[in-house]
């Protein structure tokens, strides 16, 4: 069973737009959410990320301004909106949660299977 299934990935020109969201499964407890990507030959960054116990969101500093992140409880779904896309935001991306259920001692971290996004010029 997939814990998270992400969709919205594609393909977009400089400028353009696209969301990303983040079906997450439910579990009692959650204390993290977040976005991440990969391009090949790099290591994996974050993007977007909520602590729960500090409600407030890091953004990276290549993304502040153009990225939004936010979350539809009911639905247990995460959004990333990305605007002005550039070239450099080309990669896969990925959405995490640090989820944890009554019976265990502590979270686990789960990643989606991830969505390809890609900018040209």
């Known amino acids: 069973t997939q814990e998270l299934v992400e969709s919205g990935g594609g393909s977009v020109q400089v400028g353009g737009s696209l969301r990303l969201s983040c079906l997450v499964s439910k579990w009692t407890y959650s204390s993290y959410w977040g976005w991440w990507r990969q391009v090949p030959g790099k290591e994996r960054e974050e993007v977007a990320g909520?602590?729960?116990?500090?409600?407030?969101?890091y953004y990276a500093n290549s993304v502040k301004g153009r990225f939004t992140f936010s979350r539809d409880s009911p639905k247990n779904t995460l959004y990333l909106q990305m605007n002005d896309l550039k070239p450099d935001d080309t990669a896969m991306y990925y959405c995490?949660?640090?989820?944890?259920?009554?019976?265990?001692?502590?979270?686990?971290?789960?990643w989606g299977q991830g969505t390809q996004v890609t900018v040209s010029s």
């Open positions: 909520l602590v729960t116990r500090e409600q407030r969101t």
């Open positions: 995490a949660a640090d989820l944890r259920r009554p019976s265990e001692s502590s979270a686990r971290r789960f």
